[in-house]
């Protein structure tokens, strides 16, 4: 059994890899417009398979996987696991939600903010839900993953609880 959650990279990573796509895109097909096919064949074969790649990585989407009884954390290609990771609920009883923001990194941290007027705030930020394991005691915690939505956060929550032992507290 699968679920698929929702797109693998962030807004800001989601939107510089459109441009470097589109970037090598515009490379790709103007070598090959340009230049004779024999020459630079080699590049010309780099940029089309880089751009197969980044295409590729735009349509991932994460969720969660049951084989064998087992929870795996896994990314997946138009419905396809290419990557999963074990999750070990042995040891752990309940699920618990954090909230929290996810945030990019271009917060300035100069004391004199007169002297930086000129910078824009590039700073973007959107809501985060962590999905958490805990034992009974609520000691012990292991990320099972973070989303941005919290319907899908519900839809994360009731997939563990049905296939796993945990209990949503």
Known sequence: MKIILERNLDF??????????????MFFLGMLNSVELKSYYRIEFVLFV???IFIAILFTKKGLLIEN???YNAVFLFGFPLRKKLIETSNFQQLSVITGKL???YNYSY???????????L????????????DQN????KKILRLTKPEKVKLAIDFITK?????HS
């Not at 800001?12 to 895109?25: A, E, P, S």
């Not at 004391?111 to 705030?121: D, L």
């Not at 296939?163 to 209990?167: I, R």
């Open 138 to 141: 609520s000691v012990n915690q």
């Open 69 to 71: 009884q087992k929870l």
């Open 163 to 167: 296939n796993t032992n945990l209990n």
């Open 123 to 134: 700073n973007y930020s959107v809501n985060s839900f962590s999905v958490f394991m805990a």
């Open 12 to 25: 800001r990573q989601f939107q510089n890899l459109i441009i470097l796509t589109f970037i090598t895109g």
């Open 50 to 52: 880089l751009n197969l």
């Open 103 to 105: 945030s990019t990194n």
């Open 111 to 121: 004391n004199r903010r007169s002297f930086h007027n000129w910078e824009p705030n």
